[in-house]
């Protein structure tokens, strides 16, 4: 296997990436939310098999303060080929010198970052669009 690295959207799919993130599952994301989220985000990473799109992620970064890794998606066919492990390192990367790296995990995934010196915040609060949903999913605590 053969995964060709990019940071530039010039060629992006976004219906591709998509698709991407309903197979890995991280939901439904439009083709056209994606490319705002992305265009608007400092850093990013894509990575391509024989043309077609397997990885995905992105950090919004300040450029000082904080950066905020998200999105980070690897299509299930391509799962433990250690895909995620050359995203996350090159994010991580990429955000160093801020005075810190936040990451957003699906849950049962903190494990994994967890090896790249990623610890549990104790004070992280966050406000969803649908925040039953984001209960249900595990992403808040039950109040």
């Known amino acids: ?6 940071d530039t959207l010039d060629n992006v ?4 990436l ?9 939901g439904d ?3 056209e939310r994606l490319k705002t989220v992305f265009g608007n985000s400092m850093f990013r990473r894509f990575g391509y ?3 077609v799109l397997v990885a995905a992620g992105r950090a919004l970064a300040d450029g000082l303060d904080c950066s905020y890794i998200c999105d980070v ?3 299930p066919s391509h799962q433990g080929r250690g895909l995620g492990d ?8 990429c955000s160093r010198g801020h005075a810190k790296i936040i990451l957003y995990s699906v849950p049962g995934k903190e494990g994994f970052y967890a090896r790249y010196g990623f610890r549990r915040m104790t004070t992280a ?8 949903k984001a209960t249900a999913q595990g992403y808040l605590a039950q109040e």
């Open 1 to 6: 296997m053969t995964v060709t690295w990019t």
């Open 125 to 132: 609060m966050a406000v969803f669009q649908d925040q039953d």
């Open 73 to 75: 998606a690897i299509l």
């Open 29 to 31: 994301k439009s083709p």
């Open 18 to 26: 998509s698709d991407l993130y309903r197979k890995a599952p991280l």
């Open 86 to 93: 050359a995203l996350i390192a090159h994010l991580v990367e």
């Open 13 to 16: 799919d976004w219906s591709e």
């Open 49 to 51: 098999e024989d043309g």
